[in-house]
């Protein structure tokens, strides 16, 4: 069965709370925030990260297998950063994160930004090879890992056109 990718609607910001505490319980090294700060959101937290229409959920048979949202950066307005990507264990490698990937890359390009960019922790070499696969390629610019001040952080880039 094909994957679908949707924007969350704000009324599906319970299923949005749950896969994304699902993603940071599972793979806390992946993320820059971690599961101890999101689980103290209150619920209209998770209202208003979902209101403001940049999280799409991928279903498969109508399950949530998979999260991915962006955002704008103050001060790199020509930019929107894909955060958040998870995929489900089970729904690895199925063609799951390829489709949250393009779901963003045309709602970034539908904002007007020039690029796509990210960041992939020290040592995520499936996040690496996904990336790159899409034509994600590295900006030279590392920083820490919030979660993890000990590990570092890639900047990858796309040009949307
Ligand atoms: C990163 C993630 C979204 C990729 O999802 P996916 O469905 O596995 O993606 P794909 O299968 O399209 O691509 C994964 C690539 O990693 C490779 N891979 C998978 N497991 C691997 C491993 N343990 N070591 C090295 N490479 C691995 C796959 O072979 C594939 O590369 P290839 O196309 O060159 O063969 C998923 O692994 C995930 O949710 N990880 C935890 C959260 C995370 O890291 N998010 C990204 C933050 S930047």
């Known amino acids: 069965m094909d994957v679908t990718v949707s924007a969350a609607d704000v009324a599906e910001w319970r299923a949005v709370r749950e896969v994304r505490l699902r ?3 599972a793979d806390p090294g992946a993320f820059g925030s971690t599961l101890a700060r999101e689980l103290a959101f209150d619920d209209g937290v998770w209202r208003e990260r979902v209101a403001a229409g940049r999280t799409f959920l991928a279903r498969r048979d109508g399950v949530v297998v998979g999260i991915a949202s962006f ?3 103050p001060g790199r307005q020509d930019e929107r950063e894909l955060v958040g990507m998870w995929v489900t264990p089970e ?12 779901a963003v890359r045309r709602a970034a390009a539908a904002e007007g930004a020039a690029r796509l960019t990210l960041f992939i922790a ?5 996040a690496r090879r996904l990336y790159e696969r899409l034509g994600f ?14 590990r570092g952080q890639e900047r990858y880039a796309l040009a949307l056109s």
Do not use: F, I
């Open 23 to 25: 993603a940071l319980a």
């Open 122 to 126: 020290e040592g995520n070499e499936p």
């Open 137 to 150: 390629r590295s900006t030279g610019e590392v920083q820490e890992l919030q979660s993890d001040p000990c």
């Open 71 to 73: 955002y704008a950066e």
């Open 91 to 102: 729904a690895r490698r199925t063609g799951v994160a390829p489709a949250l990937v393009e």
